[in-house]
C-alpha cells in the first residue's frame, strides 16, 4: 500500500482517480475545498499554505505520490484560472517535494490537451514560465476580458506541461518522477453544463476513440492514464506529457511529438 496525495479529488476526474487507487488499497489524503480530507481554497496562498503544513503533519515519514489535479475550466474568471491551475501545482509540488524525496516517490500533474491548440497565448505562458511571480502577474491578468478566458486556460495548461518538462531532469536527480496527463473534453462537472452549441463546437471533430460518435472521454478513462504513471509499471517514465485525448493530438498534429 502506497500514501497518495490528491489535490481536486471529490469530483471528475479526481475521484474517479481517488477511487481506483482506493479499490487498489491506497491511502489515498484528497485535498479539496468540498468533500476533501483536508478543506483549503487551493486558489489562494493561505490555502495552500495550509494545507502543504498538514501534509507534514499527517506523513512525517513521506509520501509516495503526489497528483496535482484540481483547476477550474475555460469559464472562469482569469485570475482563479491562472492561480488555480497554474501557481496552486506547482507551488504545492515544490513544497511537498522533500516528502516525495523520503520515498523516491513521483508527482502526476493534470494538464489538457488544449495546451496545442489555437487559443494559447505564447506570451502568456512565457510569462507565467519565465516570471513565476504570482503577485505581479495575478495583478496583471486581471485586466483581461472575460471574453478570453479560453485563452488564458489553454495558457495556464500550457505553462504547467512546459514546467513539469524543464524540471523533471533536476527531480529525476533526486530520484524522482514528474509527469502530467493532457486530458481530451471529459464527461466531469467541469463540461457538464455546456450549452448544445458549446458542446458541438467541442466535439466538430469527434473523439477518434469514440468512433465518430458524439459523445466526450470518460473520468475514469484519464483516471487510468493518471494511476498508470504514478504507478512502478511507469518507472522508466519522466518528464513525459501523456495524452489521454482518444486520439486528438495525433489526429490533428501527427507529425509532432
Ligand atoms: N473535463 C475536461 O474536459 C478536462 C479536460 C482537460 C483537463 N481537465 C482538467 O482536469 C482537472 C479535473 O477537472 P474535472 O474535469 O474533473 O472537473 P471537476 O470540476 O469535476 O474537478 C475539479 C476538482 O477541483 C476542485 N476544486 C476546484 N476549485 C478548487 C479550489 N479553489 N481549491 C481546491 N479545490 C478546488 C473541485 O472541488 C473538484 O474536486 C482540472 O485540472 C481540469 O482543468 C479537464
Redesign the pocket.
Known amino acids: 500500500m502506497s500514501t497518495y496525495v490528491i ?9 474517479a482517480t481517488r477511487k481506483l487507487l482506493q479499490a487498489q488499497g491506497h491511502e489515498v489524503f484528497n ?5 476533501g480530507d483536508y478543506l ?4 489562494t496562498q493561505e ?1 495552500r499554505q495550509g494545507a502543504i503544513d498538514e501534509v507534514f503533519r499527517r506523513y512525517p515519514d513521506g509520501i509516495d505520490v503526489l497528483i496535482c ?5 475555460p469559464t472562469a474568471p482569469p485570475q482563479m484560472i491562472f492561480a ?2 497554474f501557481f ?1 501545482s506547482v507551488r504545492i509540488a515544490e513544497a511537498l517535494r522533500p516528502l516525495l524525496k523520503k520515498k523516491r516517490g513521483n508527482c502526476v500533474i ?5 495546451i496545442t491548440n489555437m487559443t494559447v497565448r505564447m506570451d502568456w505562458v512565457d510569462m507565467l514560465s519565465n516570471v513565476m511571480d504570482e503577485e505581479r502577474i495575478l495583478e496583471f491578468v486581471k485586466d483581461i476580458p472575460r471574453t478570453q478566458t479560453a485563452s488564458c486556460y489553454s495558457s495556464s ?1 500550457h505553462a504547467l506541461a512546459r514546467w513539469v518538462r524543464r524540471i523533471s531532469p533536476s527531480w529525476a536527480v533526486d530520484g524522482l518522477r514528474i509527469n502530467s496527463v ?5 464527461t ?4 457538464q453544463n455546456m450549452t448544445d452549441a458549446q458542446m458541438d463546437a467541442a466535439l466538430l471533430i469527434p473523439i477518434p476513440t469514440r468512433y465518430g460518435r458524439k459523445e ?1 472521454l470518460d ?1 475514469e478513462e ?1 483516471a487510468n492514464g493518471i494511476v498508470f504513471l504514478a504507478s512502478p509499471m511507469a518507472s522508466g517514465i519522466n518528464g513525459v506529457i501523456l495524452f489521454v485525448d482518444g486520439g486528438i493530438d495525433a489526429l490533428l498534429r501527427s507529425e509532432r511529438f
Do not use: H, R, Y
Open positions: 489535490t481536486g479529488g471529490t469530483t471528475g476526474i479526481g475521484a485535498i479539496d475545498f468540498k468533500g483549503a481554497d487551493l486558489s490555502g489535479n484540481a483547476g477550474v475550466g488555480l491551475n496552486a493534470t494538464s489538457s490537451n488544449s495548461k493532457a486530458p481530451g473534453n471529459t466531469t462537472p467541469m463540461t466526450f473520468a484519464i
